[in-house]
Nanobody, 113 residues
Framework: QVQLVESGGGLVQPGGSLTLSCAAS????????MTWYRQAPGKERELVAT???????AYADSVKGRFTISRDNAKNMVYLQMNSLKPDDTGRYYC???????WGQGTQVIVSS
């Protein structure tokens, strides 16, 4: 049974940092690309970052240079380090097994002073 469990969200001031984590189980993690999405209130869910099986990353233009996606295949974990956070980064962040139907429940990030 595939499970994805996100953690690490919270309230942070503009300019601050957060690191999100996603614990994966139920599939061969090292053979799977993983993706972070986010959904702001009243907006559609959008792709934030992808990390491929070999570790190469890809980012949405809106987060390039500020966010870093990484993975630890030994721990079946994927991370999203978020720096220089802006109010527009507010939303619920979801982990997804890339191009699959498997999503986590999400973790809330609020960027506000």
């Amino acid at each position: 049974q595939v499970q994805l469990v996100e953690s690490g969200g919270g309230l942070v001031q503009p300019g601050g940092s957060l690191t999100l984590s996603c614990a994966a189980s139920g599939f061969t993690f090292r053979n799977s690309a993983m993706t972070w999405y986010r959904q702001a209130p009243g907006k559609e869910r959008e792709l934030v970052a992808t990390i491929f099986e070999a570790g190469g990353p890809a980012y949405a233009d809106s987060v390039k240079g500020r966010f870093t996606i990484s993975r630890d295949n030994a721990k079946n974990m994927v991370y999203l380090q978020m720096n220089s956070l802006k109010p527009d980064d507010t939303g619920r962040y979801y982990c997804r097994k890339h191009l699959s139907v498997f999503w986590g429940q999400g973790t809330q990030v609020i960027v506000s002073s």
